[in-house]
């Protein structure tokens, strides 16, 4: 859980759950400028002489409290519509005593554009909604147009105009940004989803063989160094028999999140398959790659994961390779498997390259 979540979970109410926390802001935020306008409203209307007007925002501002509460208690939706009816009241009410030039029916676009992402409602029904919010804006503007203001301050009716027109949009583009975060959010997600491992949060052999197909091209085209390893965690079946494939999930995590530690952020770590791992080191010479390689491998030879209370130990090999000129993906990945294929030949717990053997006899930590 990140920071951000953490921080949420703890100035959120209970009883709103963590997936509807931006709902829960916007209509907090939504019912509290509500509630302020709707107190200015009850002066406003009260100086002019629409006492009428001015208790129906009395009962507006107690319809606002209740909606707040109903947020903070959780019942998002029912919130949403007690707002949306109190100000399609509002808007009706207040055109059809001041007339279309006050702006009081511009309120009825945000309404309907909340009515319409609202995703408790079923699409045709939100439709029907919002194009009924929409003719009734249509039709109070044709049919208040030409009524007379009749009320004190006329001179400072277009200034109420343009607040109504200004506080009717805000709404209306925080829906809108809402929407567009949701969007960009969900799609982040879903490429995470696909290019991730689902166990060990590392990338997939597939986003793997894209990054590599992508650099490899660049490197090849400016005469860079590049180096692949293939490290594969030694007698992994031996943990899945003996403590259960649980533990065998627990030792893979942890070794993700080893390597996330070991690495820099510019080398792209892969769970290739299984308990085997792909590690690309762009702009990498072969001697910077390996000896990144030894330091994360004497690191994990002290490193263990807890399994009831039991410490398992595990060491990895790797099979290095430094790209040739012209290599492709496909030679370069299997050069590399031939290395660590000798790596397990040779011992285990040891890196081993096209010209370099380094490493150590294996090492077991049961301490």
């Known amino acids: 859980m990140t920071a951000i979540e953490v921080y949420r979970l703890r100035r959120k109410p209970a009883r709103v759950r963590i997936e509807n926390y931006r709902k829960y802001v916007v209509l907090n935020i939504t019912a509290i400028a509500g509630t302020l306008i709707h107190t200015g409203f009850i002066?406003?209307?009260?100086?002019?002489?629409?006492?009428?007007?001015?208790?129906?925002?009395?009962?507006?501002?107690?319809?606002?409290?209740?909606s707040l509460w109903l947020n903070r208690a959780g019942m998002h939706a029912a919130a949403i519509y007690l707002m949306c009816l109190e100000i399609a009241g509002h808007a009706f009410l207040a055109t059809a005593t001041l007339g279309a030039a006050a702006g009081f029916h511009y309120y009825l676009w945000p309404v309907a554009c909340v009515a319409v992402i609202n995703p408790r409602?079923?699409?045709?029904?939100?439709?029907?909604?919002?194009?009924?919010?929409?003719?009734?804006?249509?039709?109070?503007?044709?049919?208040?147009?030409?009524?007379?203001?009749?009320?004190?301050?006329?001179?400072?009716?277009?200034?109420?105009?343009?607040?109504?027109?200004?506080?009717?949009?805000?709404?209306?583009?925080?829906?809108?940004?809402?929407?567009?975060?949701?969007?960009?959010?969900?799609e982040r997600r879903l490429t995470e989803i696909a290019n991730r491992d689902e166990l060990t949060g590392l990338y997939n052999r597939r986003f793997g063989n894209d990054f590599l197909h992508q650099t490899f091209a660049a490197?090849?085209?400016?005469?860079?160094?590049?180096?692949?390893?293939?490290?594969d965690i030694d007698h992994f079946k031996a943990v899945n028999d003996r403590y259960g494939h649980e533990a065998g999930d627990q030792v893979l995590e942890d070794i993700?999140?080893?390597?996330?530690?070991?690495?820099?952020?510019?080398?792209?770590?892969?769970?290739?398959?299984?308990?085997?791992?792909?590690?690309?080191?762009?702009?990498?010479?072969?001697?910077?790659?390996?000896?990144?390689?030894?330091?994360?491998?004497?690191?994990?030879?002290?490193?263990?994961?807890?399994?009831?209370?039991?410490?398992?130990?595990?060491?990895?090999?790797?099979?290095?390779?430094?790209v040739r000129p012209g290599e492709s993906v496909e030679a370069a990945i299997k050069r590399a498997d031939h290395w660590l294929y000798e790596a397990k030949h040779q011992g285990r717990n040891r890196i081993v390259s096209d010209v370099h053997d380094t490493g150590a006899d294996v090492l077991s930590h049961t301490g």
């Open 256 to 322: 993700a999140i080893a390597l996330l530690g070991g690495f820099r952020r510019s080398d792209c770590l892969c769970r290739w398959g299984g308990e085997e791992f792909m590690i690309a080191f762009p702009d990498t010479t072969r001697e910077t790659a390996l000896a990144a390689l030894e330091r994360f491998r004497d690191r994990l030879a002290s490193h263990y994961s807890r399994v009831d209370g039991e410490r398992i130990n595990v060491t990895m090999s790797f099979g290095l390779v430094s």
């Open 121 to 186: 409602m079923l699409p045709r029904q939100a439709a029907v909604i919002g194009f009924t919010l929409i003719a009734l804006f249509a039709y109070l503007q044709l049919r208040y147009a030409a009524l007379p203001y009749g009320f004190a301050y006329a001179e400072y009716l277009p200034l109420l105009l343009f607040f109504n027109v200004m506080a009717a949009a805000l709404p209306l583009i925080l829906a809108v940004v809402m929407v567009r975060q949701i969007n960009e959010s969900q």
């Open 219 to 231: 490197s090849d085209r400016l005469a860079r160094n590049y180096c692949i390893a293939m490290g």
């Open 43 to 66: 002066g406003l209307f009260t100086v002019i002489g629409a006492d009428t007007l001015a208790l129906f925002n009395i009962l507006s501002v107690l319809v606002l409290a209740v």
